[in-house]
């Protein structure tokens, strides 16, 4: 059961994961279509895209350290497995997210 205040961070995720998704859809369908369609919007959109990403990470993490710790002393313990799994992979993804990015220190 997830209460009121952790379902509004819920939806918060959401609705950025499918911001971040539909994102996605768009610059890879640019870059499939070739570097004649990669303009100043297709920046801006990657920028976006950039910028959704390093957006999610902070309520996606403070959403799944809640619900895990409230979840943590359910008795299904099928589905305390499974929501593990999922965290480990929402973090895997956003770790992998993190990692392409490309950042010039020096």
Excluded: C, E
């Amino acid at each position: 059961m997830i209460g009121p205040r952790l379902k509004q961070l819920l939806f918060v995720v959401f609705a950025l994961f499918a911001l971040l998704a539909v994102n996605s859809v768009y610059l890879v369908s640019v870059t499939v279509a070739g570097v004649q369609y990669q303009n100043w919007f297709y920046l801006n959109m990657f920028v976006a895209h950039l910028t959704l990403g390093l957006a999610i990470i902070g309520p996606a993490v403070v959403f799944g350290l809640i619900h895990v710790r409230n979840a943590r002393g359910r008795r299904n313990r099928r589905a305390i497995r499974v929501g593990y799994a999922l965290f480990g992979a929402t973090l895997a993804l956003l770790a992998s997210g993190l990692v392409l990015m490309r950042v010039d220190l020096f």
